[in-house]
C-alpha cells in the first residue's frame, strides 16, 4: 500500500500511510520523528498545512533522531499558514540555541528565502556555510543557496562564492 501511493504520486495517501505508521510505530531503521517529518512534508505537498503542523509538531514532541530539525519545518508552516510572527519566533529560538545541523540551517534559509527575507535568508546561509564542513553536501547547497540570495540582493560575488567555482 506504502510503495502504491509511492508510485501514484499521491501526496494525501502517502500522507495517511505514513501518519498510521508513526502511530504504531515501535522501532526501526528509522525513528518515529522521521516518520512523522516525512508524514509532514507530504500532507504539506497535498496542500494541507494544518495536518502538517500537527505532523511537526508530533515529530518535535517524539524526540527522534531527525536529519532537520521538526521546527524548521513547523516555521516554514506558519509562513504558509500566514502566521510570520510565530515562524519567525520558532527561527530567533533555533538561533538561539546555536546548534542547529547545517541541514536544518539550509532549511531555514531557503524558507526565509521563499518568503521574501532576503537579508536574514543570507545569514542563515553564511554562517551555515561557515560552519558545515567544506566540501560536504550541505555546504555545497548552503554555498548554492547563499549564492542564489546574493544574486536577488545585487551583491558582488565574494569569497565563498568563488568556492562554487
Given at each position: 500500500?506504502?510503495?502504491?501511493?509511492?508510485?501514484?504520486?499521491?501526496?494525501?495517501?502517502l500522507?495517511?500511510?505514513l501518519?498510521?505508521?508513526?502511530?504504531?510505530?515501535?522501532?526501526?531503521?528509522?525513528?518515529r520523528?522521521a516518520?512523522?517529518?516525512?508524514?509532514?512534508?507530504?500532507?504539506?505537498?497535498?496542500?494541507?498545512?494544518?495536518?502538517?503542523?500537527?505532523?511537526?509538531?508530533?515529530?518535535?514532541?517524539d524526540?527522534?533522531e531527525v536529519?532537520?530539525?521538526?521546527?524548521?519545518?513547523?516555521?516554514?508552516?506558519?509562513?504558509?499558514?500566514?502566521?510570520?510572527?510565530?515562524?519567525?519566533?520558532?527561527?530567533?529560538?533555533?538561533?538561539?540555541e546555536?546548534?542547529?545541523?547545517?541541514?536544518?540551517?539550509?532549511?531555514?534559509?531557503?524558507?526565509?528565502?521563499?518568503?521574501?527575507?532576503l537579508?536574514?535568508?543570507?545569514?542563515?546561509a553564511?554562517d551555515?556555510?561557515?560552519?558545515?564542513?567544506?566540501?560536504?553536501g550541505?555546504?555545497?547547497a548552503?554555498?548554492?543557496?547563499?549564492?542564489?540570495?546574493?544574486?536577488?540582493?545585487?551583491?558582488?560575488?565574494?569569497?565563498?562564492?568563488?568556492?562554487?567555482?
Open positions: 500500500m506504502l510503495e502504491q501511493a509511492l508510485l501514484a504520486d499521491d501526496h494525501s495517501s500522507a495517511r500511510r501518519d498510521s505508521l508513526s502511530q504504531a510505530y515501535e522501532s526501526g531503521e528509522v525513528s520523528a516518520v512523522l517529518v516525512l508524514a509532514a512534508e507530504e500532507w504539506r505537498q497535498s496542500g494541507q498545512p494544518a495536518r502538517a503542523l500537527e505532523c511537526f509538531q508530533r515529530a518535535l514532541e524526540g527522534g536529519s532537520v530539525d521538526p521546527r524548521a519545518g513547523i516555521a516554514d508552516t506558519l509562513f504558509e499558514l500566514d502566521r510570520p510572527a510565530e515562524a519567525r519566533e520558532l527561527i530567533e529560538a533555533i538561533a538561539a546555536g546548534d542547529a545541523s547545517p541541514t536544518t540551517v539550509l532549511n531555514i534559509a531557503e524558507t526565509l528565502m521563499a518568503y521574501g527575507d537579508d536574514a535568508a543570507h545569514r542563515w553564511t551555515g556555510a561557515l560552519a558545515s564542513p567544506e566540501g560536504s550541505e555546504h555545497v548552503l554555498l548554492r543557496t547563499r549564492y542564489r540570495i546574493r544574486v536577488d540582493l545585487g551583491l558582488p560575488e565574494d569569497e565563498l562564492d568563488a568556492m562554487l567555482s
